[in-house]
């Protein structure tokens, strides 16, 4: 089963930018895709941003196209998303793990996550 370990949440300003980063253990071969995503409460999980592994296609949500950008190295294992001109709006915790790209749901495992907190 893949391991994910998340890094790089903090608190900033709202037009402020974070870099998170996702260190992937294990056999990624059962997953064609990795993403990042929110919860911002309880109940309320979103996809964010989704990579497809074969040939590195993007895919974000409405609300971040154009602010984040999803990053895969495939050698050291990593995933990352830069996030520029943060939002109030972005706060939440921000888990990677498995992406089914049919929904940007999450697909097989995540990790603990890493919180992000977007206030002035």
């Known amino acids: 089963q893949l391991k994910f370990v998340e890094s790089g949440g903090g608190s900033v300003q709202p037009g402020g930018s974070l870099r998170l980063s996702c260190s992937i253990s294990g056999s990624t071969i059962d997953y064609y895709a990795f993403g990042w995503f929110r919860k911002a409460s309880e109940n309320d999980i979103a996809g964010i941003s989704c990579?497809?592994?074969?040939?590195?296609?993007?895919y974000y949500s409405d609300s971040v196209q154009g602010r984040f950008a999803i990053f895969r190295d495939r050698e050291e294992n990593t995933l990352s998303l830069q996030m520029n001109m943060l939002k109030p709006d972005d706060t939440g915790l921000y888990f990677c793990?498995?992406?089914?790209?049919?929904?940007?749901?999450?697909?097989?495992?995540w990790g603990q996550g890493t919180q992000v907190t977007v206030s002035s």
């Open positions: 793990g498995g992406c089914d790209l049919s929904g940007l749901t999450i697909y097989g495992s």
């Open positions: 990579i497809r592994s074969a040939d590195g296609s993007t």
